[in-house]
């Protein structure tokens, strides 16, 4: 080894022979350990070729059955698979539920973190919400529709659906199933949030107390602009929660597969309808429209919905303090103009 | 506590470590290899001597915050025990003693920060110019007497966002960011930057992300954010420890330097930081004040055994 002097440059790493640890052998382990460490291995690859079996299965299934006239077409009414349309009223139906569903649940369940963990008095008012809020994330969605139908078709909220001529009150329609899934995905949001200001440090508190700031402009010009990505992806998974319910639809949007505006927006939303998920199970062979293709197109559509949906969460997410630095670090150039 | 023999019998005169004479090891007794050895102090004054003496004189000294017989507690735990302590603008009062002797609480106990928590109570008056501090609105309070906390604790936004967020009185001084870089509030910001001495090392980009300066930075600009809101006082509850020996020294000299504006309060472990900043020192033992003086007859000649004890031990 020669020391470096300025003839010779610093060495690049030693010259003598490198050795980096190899994986770990099980040869020398118990039969036991062995026996559940490919047990992990087996059922991690297995939840993978589950997930990659469907998603290529559908899609298969779905774009052998899909057209793109069939996004802008309405169901209609006819026994062969030719004659029953598209589904453009499912596809509108999902995203006007979702839009209803995520307004009520996003700031609901935002001021309900933003109390428990910021507020919390009385403790026994708290300890009560919490326990409120594991309740409803364990209510099956069947369980909250039945109950929506029962509350929405009194007749002081038969604002929110449309009546019969004899004045009983269908608690079916868009507002009262995107109130239902309000309430459906409230605990998600309340989660993300509560648990993002809980990780905070109070020392952000204190600093912004210190500035002489009161808890609410700490609230909402320290806290919540620090906890921005864990708001939209509780949001996102809020909207995940509701594209995907099937029983909150079928009870409370009624049964069919088209939308029935009774005149303008305000008559759509007073009106029934149905989403992708209804119309699937309409489609499906347990349904009544039984016309399995035009299922395997519509479920294809709310899969690339989901999958859009969840990707949007992992890039909402995303360390932004990594991502921002350039592609170029990655392969160890850290070159003036990538900085 | 022996007051009256100390009164009798001054104590030995001990300069604080830096500028002490050369101590001579004891000559080894046996044959063990070890020859006596010099530990040689460099012959020029001391850093703490020097910037001591480098002070720039104030002008006026005077009386705005008044503790009289302070006692507070957390829970049924009294951690400050009958402090009466004056503070003064164009000076920098130093509270030291060892962990948990109750500095940071009466600290905090300034501007009322012990109220957030839980089970905080209190006695005794704190005044600020002669008004008690409990009949202020807490805010308003709060923003004249600002803190400065040990850890850095920028807020997860800009530089620029930092320092504009402390200036307006609640909500920061509007809300999108365009119109927020008004011509005023842009010299406001630039100015409290250069205050705390920042300035010249973001100017080029105040729109980066403060959690991305380095620790030294990072506690310049809480301190450009305290001063943004124009306090009347300061405190500063350990600024330095956390940070290195050249942040730290930066951070003492602006300090040293705000001293003629505002009146300063430091909590500090570090006693040579202590005597190379403040203009009196307060030392606290288990809640209680053991002494109150000029920042050189707490260190050179202290009256109390317990500020001897605790001023020399941890000189060595």
Known sequence: MVAPTADAPISRGPSLPIARPGRESTRSWPLLDRGFYWACWATGIGLCLIAAWVVLYMMVKGLAFLEPSMLVTSPKPEITQQGSGGFFDPIVGTFVIVAIGTALAVPIGMGIAVWLSEYARPGWLARTVESALETLAGVPSVVLALFGLLVFSRGFLGFLSESSVSGGVTGTSFLTAGVAMGVLATPLVVAANYEALALLPSRLREGSHALGKTRITTIRYVLLPAIRASSATGGVLAMGRIVGDTAIITILLGGGVNTEPNGGFLGLLRGTGATLTSYIFYESPAGEGNSHEKAYAAAFVLLLIVLALNGLAVWIARDRSVARRSIWSAFGWDLPWTR | ?316
């Open chain 2, 1 to 316: 506590m022996g007051s009256a023999l100390d009164s009798l019998t001054p104590p030995p005169i001990r300069r604080i470590a830096l500028d002490r004479a050369p101590t001579v090891a004891p000559a080894p007794t046996g044959g063990n290899g070890h020859g006596a050895t010099v530990v040689s102090e460099p012959s020029q004054p001391s850093r703490a001597a020097r910037l001591r003496a480098s002070r720039p004189p104030v002008a006026s000294v005077r009386e705005r915050m008044q503790l009289e017989s302070v006692w507070l507690a957390y829970g049924e735990n009294w951690v400050v025990r009958d402090v009466s302590l004056t503070v003064r603008e164009g000076e920098v009062l130093a509270l030291i003693g060892a962990s948990g002797s109750g500095k940071t609480t009466l600290l905090r106990s300034l501007n009322r920060l012990t109220e957030i928590t839980e089970g905080a109570a209190r006695a005794g008056r704190v005044t600020l110019d002669g008004e008690d501090v409990h009949s202020l609105e807490v805010n308003s309070l709060r923003r004249r007497v600002s803190m400065v906390f040990q850890q850095p604790n920028p807020f997860p936004m800009s530089i620029f966002d930092n320092v504009a967020y402390s200036l307006a009185e609640q909500s920061p001084a509007r809300g999108r960011r365009r119109r927020r870089r008004s011509p005023e509030i842009e010299q406001a910001v630039i100015e409290a930057l250069r205050r705390a001495g920042l300035y010249e090392e973001v100017a080029g980009d105040l729109g980066r992300p403060a959690l991305r300066l380095s620790g030294g930075q990072q506690q310049r600009l809480c301190i450009a954010r305290a001063l943004a809101a124009k306090p009347e006082v300061l405190l500063l509850d350990e600024p330095c420890s956390a940070l290195d020996p050249i942040s730290t020294a930066t951070i003492e000299e602006l300090i040293v330097s705000l001293r003629s504006q505002v009146a300063i309060v430091i909590v500090t472990h570090n006693l040579q930081q202590a005597f190379r900043v403040a203009d009196h020192v307060a030392f606290m033992h288990l809640g209680e004040l053991v002494e109150y003086g000029a920042a050189e007859q707490v260190f050179d000649r202290p009256t109390q055994e317990r500020t001897r004890e605790y001023v020399s031990g941890a000189f060595g």
